[in-house]
């Protein structure tokens, strides 16, 4: 073996080992990838759990959202009817008033040709069947303006004064409400 033929195999060496070392600093490399990928890879599917959970919660909020809306319609609903209710109830107790007023005057006047004592009113009699001049109600959510009329406290005949002059009032039992019967 001549030395041409050493050369040759130091040189075949020498470059295998070069190879090599470049091959081992790529596989190195390649290794750092492949764990760059993995962790890449855990990360996204935490991502994706994440944005499920984050959208089942938007979605159990937009439930609720829907649920309060559903609610305030009801609500809104409720209180129309009961505005409704009430101006019934208002016209009926203002028809009732004004057939007792004549009737109440022809049988005082009765009582009168015989000598006896007109019949106490309403207000005198009881506080809730007082009408008393219409208050303003306004309705947020119709914007109407509406009328009521108001009970006013008035206190007993016989009722002691305060200092300042006026009637003091004392509390009444209550008693249950007087219904029109057409309002059944």
Known sequence: MGD????????????????TFQMEKIKARLKSEFDSLE????????????????????????EELRLIHADINVMEN?????????NKLLESTRRLHD????LKEHVDALRMTLGL???????EEEEKLSLEPACPVTSRFTATRRSARCAKQRAAPGTPKNPSGSRM???VSPSPPVMPPDTF
């Open 78 to 86: 409720t209180i129309k009817q009961s505005e409704n209710d009430l």
């Open 169 to 171: 009032n004392k509390p």
């Open 39 to 62: 962790s890449e890879e855990r990360h996204l599917k935490e991502y994706k759990q994440e944005m499920d959970l984050l959208l089942q919660e938007k979605m159990a909020h937009v």
């Open 117 to 123: 004592q007109r019949l106490p009113d309403l207000c």
């Open 4 to 19: 041409e033929q050493i050369m040759c195999k130091l040189e075949s060496i020498k470059e295998i080992r070069n190879k």
């Open 99 to 102: 057939e007792y007023k004549p």
